[in-house]
């Protein structure tokens, strides 16, 4: 089954795999590093849930849930 | 030497990468700031003498990359293709080296002369990253690199004797990236068709040709303007659909995938990572601000924090501007014979630049809270906290600041807006914001309560207020979200900058530019606002008066002569009170001590214990008085008694008869004009006028009724306005209510609508704001009042 990066918990690591959705969002989210074959490590997630926080390519990004749910992974350990 | 022409230097780089740092360095106090002609987004420009050359500095807004995404985005590579700089530097922050090589590599691209500054490189360094600046230039095409600490001002120099080498050598950058042999073929393809047309675009043949490929909007819009243009945007089109399908994915995703991959190698090529520790100091300090249990108490504390800064602290040098203007008023009032000139200049003018400036210090602070937000980062994470909340009314995270500092001052709060990207968001923000209910219309709740409502409910009724203005703006954001600004929403992929310790140089700089285009821009629309509402309640001058009041002045003043003789001057045989010194003498102690009493409960309750507490230690001291002057006390008492007595008569003629100048002037006849509007609402034309003028600011409501119902001057005398609204047949709890309902809603003041004027670059959305604001007030007042009227409440 495939793996989106919204389905991850705070601490774990995945390499990005492919970026869905609609073109603003995406080209936002490519735009800032978020392409394939690049490993994020999700931080942590805002007080009430919603934004989450990754850090990639050496800096911290923070995106909805729903637009992580557009970003394909494979967990890595 | 002879004096070569300026050199023109455009700064560009990713938002957080001390950019304005360094160009607040070179350019120290000598900038200017503007609009970029038609659009909102900011020009910074600065000078500056170095050795031989006169530099202008241009500082392009921030941005990650160089697609047609955002506004930002356009206007800097508009200005790099069309205006033509003669170098431009791109300001890196080197721990974030990767990401911001993605935009030095799209800046390469454009061909233009380029300098990379690697800033804040001691902070990378201590971290462990080591950086070979030879390898790093040979893999961006050869361009000069230069290390800089923007913070400590290292570099600067260096950066401006190559910047200015740069510029004369002329030299042309080639730089081309490979993206693989599908891309190259369809590039191959397109580029023929551009040579065809007799292109005004100056962007090279390869650069258009890969941005036609990847679907980019501004070029295509600008390609299909041209003759043939059509043509070749079709042909693109197949090219594009063909190489789309081979791919397998977006051919702009797919380009910037390539970009990143070859960034990636750059990076390995030239940095050594070493031993990187990936938890770094400001990932420490976010676990503790934007923690799950301590984040939001944090954050509301820091806003609490903010709020009181910008207004608890802001107000008090703004009494101070606002009692210099009422006394500079009482001063020209005394020096100025009386007369149109005086009135303008008194009234007009002195009170429009008063209610211009007053709001100077308010504004100084919150630009000064921003920019420390700001610049520590934190400003990003507050955004980050809030956006669960904001997202549910269609708002952005970094909605919440502006909207919490309308309960301050909305004026303020639009100038807020600015933190917010997106122009739908920072629009829809504007409009809300009058709903929070700002300080100045507080004094129209506090006197209405007081007069109609019992002092154990009060608290519930001001609450009840706030909160329906609070409700009405989230269901505002909400619908203006769902139709007039449909369509995607702004995503949330935001980058969280590390944090950092603000410069004082640039926090300063940041809160004095902000102030002054304040002054400049919505301040003299203030003022000409301010002189026109002046003109309208003051004309026309020949009215006809329906009671002669200089006659009934000097009837008073007639009947206190004789009164005055009858029981003090001719009981003690005497012709004038100075004949007798003692009596004289008595006088002034006990006109003093009255005077004393009046200024120390100005601000109480007739009822409060503090009043009565006052009033008794005055009693004692006329008792005093009283046992130790004996028989002549009681005719100096009674001295004064007449003369208090005789002051508050040509007080309330006085009144009586601003209050039917008021009535017949433009705004008056205007009031009377709207009062068939109005009457649904329970409020009758001496209402309608104190809302007009209450558009120049929402406290003129209450001074308005204060003239109207011809009590005074309502901010020195509120006691009085309450006891005369609620003496007054027409209005009832009810009217109250919904007058507070009314005023709570309806169209934001000049100050905020010459803000929004100066903030959308265009008259169309004050219009808007007003417009909307006052027909929703309209609604929700007659729901209230005629539906307490049902309900029985209307008596």
Known sequence: ?77 | MMRKKEVIVALVGNPNAGKTTIFNNITGGRQHVGNYPGVTVEKKEGFKKFKNNDFCLVDLPGTYSLTAYSLEEIVTRNFIVNDKPDVVIDIVDTSNLERNLYLTVQLLELGHPLILALNMVDVAESTGLKINDAKLAEGLGGIPVVRTVGARKEGMDTLLDIAAKVSSSQQVVSFKLDYGGDVEAAVTKVEPLLISLHTDLNFSQRWLALKLLGNDANIIESVGKLSNGDHIIAAVNEIRLALNNKLGEDVELFIAGQRYKHVGKIYEYAVNTGALSSITMSDKIDRILTNRMFGLPIFFALMWMVFNLVFTVGNIPADWIDEGFSMLSKYLDTVISDGPLKSLLVDGVVGGVGSVLVFIPNILLLFLAIAILEDTGYMARAAFIMDRIMKRFGLHGKSFIPLLLGFGCSATAMMGTRTLENPRDRIITMLVTPLMSCSAKLPVYTILIAAFFDEKIAGNVLFSIYFLGIILSMIVAWIFRSTFFKGESEPFVMELPPYRMPTAKSVLIHMWERSTLYLKKAGTIILAASILMWFLTTYPKEIEYSKDYDALVAQAEEAYTQQVSEDVLSKLEIENIDQNEELAALIDIIQKEEENFAAETKDLDEDSSEYAKLEEEKTEKNQQLEAQNGSIYSYAAKYVELTQKIENEKDTIKNQKSGEELEKSYAGQFGKAIEPAIAPLGFDWRIGISLVSGVTAKEVVISTMGTIYSIGDGNENSHGLAKALKSDEQMNPLVAYALMVFVLIYSPCLAALAVMRRETGSWKWPAVSMVYLTTLAWVVTFIVYQGGRLLGFGS
């Open chain 1, 1 to 77: 089954m495939n793996k989106f990066l919204s389905d991850l918990r705070a601490g774990e690591k995945g390499i990005v795999k492919k970026v869905m959705g609609n073109s603003l969002i995406k080209r936002r989210i490519v735009d800032m590093g978020v392409v394939s074959g690049s490993v994020v490590e999700v931080q942590k997630f805002a007080p009430l849930g919603d934004p989450m926080e990754v850090k990639i390519k050496g800096f911290n990004l923070s995106l909805r849930k729903a637009e992580a749910e557009m970003i394909e992974i494979e967990i890595i350990l």
